[in-house]
């Protein structure tokens, strides 16, 4: 039995010798990337390698991928899975100890071939959206092309800026059991993978620095750089582009990567309705108004991108975006239209293609690849299809991938007659069992099979550069094919060189510290909506988790709850969807039980309820639309809240004796999540224009909240009771604030002090107000008519007289106080719709849209 890094034999061996004795052989018939051909002996890099971590390092394998594991789960890293039912929509992002290792002799046959097949796929855009000769000379079958869903009509005749349709093109390769790269497929429209690979660089090279450093590994920065760059010396204005990231949101499945590479390369991350065009002209809709784009880094897929010329039923894309391009006003990378070259079918075409385009053989072949539309290619193939990987032609047929190997005689006898029906939507490659490189398994070395994504990036027109390094997809142990949509997971690829290695740092490239300090981040509008929904679902989870509380806790006091009390408590449930409107309550004990019963059922409702689960639920979805601005610990504050609570709130039993109590436990661990949100809003944010919505949505909803609530207490006379009043304190959270200034007074001039008028209680209405105010005067300093608008609509705490709203009519009602707390109420929504239609919707006064 081969030692275990955990128990090291007593006299122990070099690293060297460990690693070979704790590596598994590959599976028969695939390369085994770590052991030199027909041997034992680990190839040169391997032996480096772990040379380099050294026997100390060895027996640290287990801790350094533990480590691994919480770095990537604190960096909120994820990939949404459709194959992972049991982890939900996301799961963290799943990434191997051990990098797989690119030999500068391997490197640069890669390098080459890409680098022409990139050359090649260009020339192909501008011929089949310009003369068509390929298809004339039947070079190309228009069945690939014009017969190919994702050929866009609308493109034809259009010339991208700098005459370069690919800004960014990615190519899966395979090495097979004799050495050999092949290229499996292409991604042109959309290439997904430059955030992840970059997250994978820096984890592992944590990792592992010194053998990072020793073995020259090269650096990515200087590609990333030169990226940016070109895209810049191509788009309109040049050097002073904006460049924007357009992301689907926050429901794609590598969303992470979307703001994690607009982050790193310093781009606005946008969606859609980010966006709008005007003359011609792309804008960016932010709280200031209009600001030009100049360049769109996309990373969707062709046919959402304009609803006008496109998909109609497109919610992710700009109408007029095509148009805007056709005039030349701003560079779309990649350029539409490139959905045909990502057809598998394409590959057995490419040799003649280069040979025509380029004169020359192409350097890095692809796998024999047979498209079945050709009557010849069919009868070829299909004698051979238990050897074949089956894959669709075309992008939405009911074709999918599968290996004929792995297909019964029956199945296989099914498939041949369905190609035999439908030829032209089949395609068939050769079978290649991928080579196999290592990973750490826990206790030893495990060969996987995997496959390499490299990308070839745009540094200026029609000129590209190949970025040093890939996306390594693994297969699921036991499987044979890589595929991160089901399951599989990934490695770094360090790529080695003979020479110096390039340091450069997108850091030090980047814009001067004083330009940045002078162009401030703009905020979205989209954003800005989210944060300040964000802030409202903040506000209102803590108000419903406040107010559940004062229910339950009332409804299992020893003392008789009174009437009034009663009926201000569900009139409150009511409003906030505690219970449901159809729920019965009365003073009888069987019509509270029901009321109970109802309540600690709807709390964890997120769906069918809008009580505390469901507020819960709003305020995450509400932060990851804006996961680029909150901290990782922030949005772990409020994933753990949501899933702890409904967690919680799944094992009640609402018909238990015990129900009552284990719903306090949940709602009392979810206020003290919510304390730790508001501190993480209040305190580790940086005070922009978006915190200030986020803010204003906060303040809006307590005033809305709180000044309802303190009507309602009048209305009902509940304040005038001993339980009533206390309830009224806990509600605006000043319990321990009124008994530490008025002892144990309970009457309505000490409560409307403190409650109503006191300046410095963040929970009392003047304090709301001020907020408000300081809140909008920073926000709408570029327009103080504006301003003056807004706070007019405001009451005005400095004219409040504390006697008069405290005494009570002959009437016994406090109807100057009543009204007083209705205007706060209407005019906090008021506000709430004034700042809804400024910046979120931008229309003027009469309500007019102001992007039309």
């Known amino acids: 039995m081969p030692s275990s890094p955990r128990d090291p034999p007593a006299s122990p061996p070099d690293p060297v010798a460990l690693a070979r004795e704790w590596a598994q052989a590959a599976t028969p018939g695939h390369l085994d990337e770590l052991r030199e051909p027909g041997g034992d002996t680990l190839r040169p890099q391997w032996a480096q390698f772990f040379q380099h971590v050294g026997l100390d390092g060895m027996g640290e394998l287990n801790r350094r991928a533990q480590s691994l594991a919480r770095q990537i789960r604190d960096n909120g890293v994820t990939y949404n899975v459709y194959a992972d039912a049991a982890h939900g929509t996301q799961r963290p992002w799943s990434l191997d100890l051990l990098p797989t290792i690119v030999t500068p002799e391997c490197w640069a046959e890669i390098e080459a071939g890409v680098l022409q097949r990139t050359r090649l796929l260009n020339l192909i855009l501008a011929d089949i959206y310009g003369p068509r000769d390929l298809l004339k000379r039947a070079l190309l079958p228009a069945a690939l092309v014009q017969g190919h869903p994702g050929y866009l009509r609308a493109m034809h005749g259009v010339q991208p800026l700098g005459n370069t349709w690919l800004n960014i093109a990615a190519f899966d390769l395979a090495r097979g059991p004799d050495g050999t790269w092949r290229v499996v497929s292409q991604r042109t429209q959309a290439p997904s993978g430059l955030g992840y690979l970059l997250e994978n660089r820096i984890a592992i090279a944590r990792q592992f620095p ?23 010396s191509m788009a309109p204005n040049g050097p002073e582009a904006r460049i924007a990231l357009l992301t689907p949101g926050p429901y794609n499945e590598t969303y992470f990567e979307h703001a994690y590479l607009a982050r790193y390369l310093g781009l606005t991350l946008v969606e859609g309705n980010d966006l709008t065009v005007r003359d011609q002209r792309l804008y960016l809709k932010t709280l200031t108004g209009l600001e030009p784009v100049d360049a769109l880094i996309k990373r969707l897929d062709d046919e ?44 057995g075409f490419l040799p003649a293609i280069a040979r025509d385009l380029l004169g020359e053989e192409l350097l890095l072949p692809a796998l024999a690849t047979w498209w079945c539309g050709e009557q010849a290619a069919m009868q070829r193939v299909l004698p051979q299809l238990k050897h074949s990987v089956v894959k669709p032609t075309y992008p939405g047929s009911e074709v999918f991938t599968q290996m004929g190997q792995r297909l019964s005689p029956e199945a296989l006898e099914r498939l041949m007659g369905r190609v035999v029906q439908r030829p032209e939507d089949y395609t068939m490659q050769a079978y290649l069992p991928l080579a196999q490189t290592p990973t750490w398994a826990g206790d030893h070395i495990a060969p996987r099979s ?53 340091t450069t740092s997108l850091l030090r490239s980047a814009p001067s510290t004083l330009s940045l300090a002078l162009n401030k981040r703009p905020v979205t509008s989209r954003a800005a909506e989210n944060l300040f929904w964000l802030g409202r679902y903040t506000e209102r989870a803590e108000n419903t988790v406040r107010l559940a509380q004062i229910v ?3 409804l299992h006091s020893e003392e008789q709850t009174g009437r009034a009390l009663q009926d201000w408590m569900v009139r409150l449930a009511h409003a906030h969807s505690l219970v449901l409107g159809e729920v019965p309550s009365g003073a009888t004990p069987q019509a509270q039980r029901v009321f109970e019963r109802a309540l600690v059922a709807a709390l964890g409702d997120a769906e069918g309820a809008f009580s505390v689960g469901f507020n819960l639920r709003a305020l995450r979805l509400a932060s990851a639309n804006v996961r680029e601005r909150l901290s990782q610990e922030q949005r772990n504050l409020i994933e753990r809240a949501e899933n702890e609570f409904l967690e919680q709130c799944a094992s009640l039993g609402a018909h238990t004796e015990s129900a009552a109590q284990e719903a306090l436990n949940a709602l009392e661990a979810a206020s003290e999540s919510l304390a730790g949100i508001t501190g993480a809003q209040t305190d580790r944010m940086v005070r922009d224009n978006g915190w200030r919505l986020l803010s204003l949505g906060r303040h809006i909803e307590r005033l809305t909240t709180l000044s309802a609530a303190m009507r309602q207490a009048f209305e009902a006379g509940s304040v005038l009771d001993a339980n009533g009043f206390e309830a009224l304190l806990a509600l605006f959270d000043s319990t321990i604030t009124f008994h530490a200034q008025y002892q144990q007074r309970r009457d309505v001039v000490a409560l409307l002090d403190l409650l109503l008028l006191n300046r410095d209680n963040p929970r009392s209405l003047a304090w709301v107000l001020d907020t408000l105010r300081s809140r909008l005067r920073k926000l709408e300093q570029g327009d103080p008519e504006f301003a003056a608008t807004l706070f007019a609509s405001l009451p005005d705490p400095s004219g409040w007289d504390l006697a008069s709203l405290s005494q009570a009519g002959t009437d016994g009602q406090h109807t100057p106080l009543r009204e007083l707390l209705t205007l706060c109420e209407t ?18 006064r009469d309500n007019r849209s102001l992007l039309a």
């Open 304 to 347: 959402w991108l304009d609803p006008l010329e496109l998909r109609s039923d497109s919610a992710l894309g700009i109408p007029g975006l095509l148009q805007v391009m056709r005039a030349g006003n701003v560079l779309l990378a990649n350029a539409p239209g490139s959905a045909p070259l990502e057809s598998s079918a394409l590959l």
């Open 210 to 232: 010194k053998a990072f450093a020793g073995l020259k590994v090269q650096r990515l920065a200087a590609s990333y750089m030169a990226l940016v760059n070109g895209i810049r």
């Open 552 to 554: 339950l806790r009332n």
């Open 450 to 502: 995997a496959m390499l994504r490299v990308y070839v990036l745009a540094d200026g027109p029609q000129s590209w550069r190949v970025l040093p390094g890939g996306l390594v997809r693994l297969a699921p142990r036991g499987e044979l094919m890589a595929s991160m949509q089901t399951g599989g997971s990934s490695a770094d690829c360090w790529v080695l060189t003979h020479g110096q290695v390039d």
């Open 827 to 844: 005019s906090a929504m008021a506000l709430s719709d004034a700042l809804s239609q400024r910046h979120f919707s931008h229309a003027d």
